[in-house]
């Protein structure tokens, strides 16, 4: 028997390196869920979160629960943040995803891979409600130009994206909300189509070249005269004010328009990066989060990744200028810090599971040859310890490496990452 003929999945198959949180075709997603292993600290991890956000679910009218939607997800490189969050929003969303000829629910995915019985059900019954999930890199996102209002600015054009108005220019995005709020937005754009013969979504984002057509279907729209209309158009980006009250409000009608009982989350990549050392945008995160758990009463949630946790992050910004940051600690109240510890588990599962038929002879083959292997594999004066086969069970996980390697290759990356710029690009 060759080696490739052991596992149960083929080792050739293409693995992602690195997740993305825009890559969202259907094979993808389908790896993703699939492949996805809950180790004993994501297991943890899963039951902090979901434990916060259904207090939040049946608590709507506790005072304290304005404080609880922010959750900041912190690990260094490569120890699953972006991961973890993107599972969160496949899990929240709860939708249904087809591969191969096969459909499967988010959830149901996890009927495995969770073992607690109570944590299976906390999920259930969490994903169970209506939720938006809004999953995106910041930097991807950003607008240069947004200075001070960055986070803001893109919190408020993911926003846009959802509602289905145009997220590249905040002031027309204003103008569609404006005619929705009215019921003339649908008069718009059928007023636009015949004046310019040209879908009014495939044309807004260059709306300037087609300025005599907006202003003849706003007039359309509205029964305003050319002058008004011309007026209110040309001004309409200069006039066009953001702030977090303002973007909070339209989150809250957002949330009216569907339900009670409906749900909004974002999840934020990369957040720690974005903001750096830049302690403006730090206090726009903490406003935003604090507004929208005020208003929108837990129904509403904030998740963020970052290489450091937020006292570190905090810390830095502390040492540079002296604002006060100990609100932000109240707003994000769930901290779960991500380490690659449980990377021999990952692999285990999701590289190395063998098929069936193998299981028996392997653990012969360490019956065998055991006590040879456990004298080869012995560390004496070397500074730490590495791991050795266990029993049986543990060799058939592991073959064909040893225990040991895993941690060893994992220590020498982070040695090389240490040494010179060129060791920061691997990951």
């Known amino acids: 028997m060759h080696i490739k003929d052991l596992f149960k999945r083929d080792i050739f198959r293409s693995i992602n390196g690195v997740v993305k949180a825009d890559q969202l075709d259907e094979s993808t997603v389908w790896q993703e869920l699939d492949e996805f292993v809950v180790t004993r ?126 997220p590249e220019h905040p002031h027309i995005a204003h103008m569609e909300r404006h005619l929705d709020e009215r019921g003339k937005l649908e008069t718009f754009k059928s007023a636009f189509k015949e004046a310019s013969g040209s879908e009014w979504q495939a044309e807004r984002d260059a709306y300037e070249f087609n300025h005599d057509q907006v202003i003849s279907a706003w007039c359309s729209a509205t029964g305003q005269s050319v002058e008004a209309a011309e007026k209110w158009i040309d001004s309409a980006e200069e006039r066009f004010s953001l702030s ?117 002879q392997l653990e012969d083959l360490f019956r065998e040859k055991g006590d040879i292997l456990r004298n080869q594999i012995s560390f004496s004066n070397v500074g730490m310890t590495f791991k050795q086969y266990r029993d049986s069970d543990d060799f058939c996980r592991n073959y064909p490496f040893a225990p040991y390697q895993f941690q060893l290759v994992q220590k020498v990356f982070e040695a090389i990452r240490k040494a010179g710029a060129t060791g920061l690009n691997l990951s």
């Open 41 to 166: 600290e994501l297991d943890d991890h899963f039951r902090r979160f979901f434990s916060a956000y259904l207090d939040a679910i049946d608590n709507p009218k506790d005072s304290d629960v304005a404080g609880k939607i922010g959750v900041w997800v912190s690990g260094f490189f490569g120890s699953g943040k972006s991961h973890f969050i993107k599972m969160l929003s496949y899990l929240l969303a709860n939708e249904a995803h087809q591969y191969g000829g096969k459909s499967k629910k988010a959830v149901e995915f996890f009927e495995s891979k969770v073992q607690d019985d109570m944590l299976r059900g906390d999920i259930k019954r969490a994903v169970a409600s209506n939720t938006d999930v809004i999953l995106f890199n910041i930097d991807a996102k950003a607008v240069a130009k947004a200075g001070r209002e960055a986070i803001l600015a893109v919190f408020l054009k993911v926003l846009n994206e959802i509602e289905g108005y145009c």
């Open 244 to 360: 977090v009250e303002n973007f909070c409000k339209w989150v809250q009608e957002y949330l009216k328009k569907r339900g009670p009982e409906h749900r909004l989350i974002f999840l934020v990549d990369e957040v720690g990066q974005f903001i750096g050392a830049d302690t403006h945008l730090m206090l726009n995160l903490q406003t935003i989060t604090e507004v929208l758990g005020t208003l929108c009463g837990g129904r509403v949630w904030v998740v963020v990744t970052s290489q450091e946790d937020i006292d570190a992050v905090l810390g830095d910004l502390r040492n540079t200028h002296a604002y006060d940051f100990s609100k932000i600690q109240d707003r994000f109240k769930t901290r779960l810090s991500l380490s690659s510890g449980n990377v021999d588990e990952v692999i285990q599962e999701r590289l190395l599971a063998k098929q069936e038929a193998v299981v028996g």
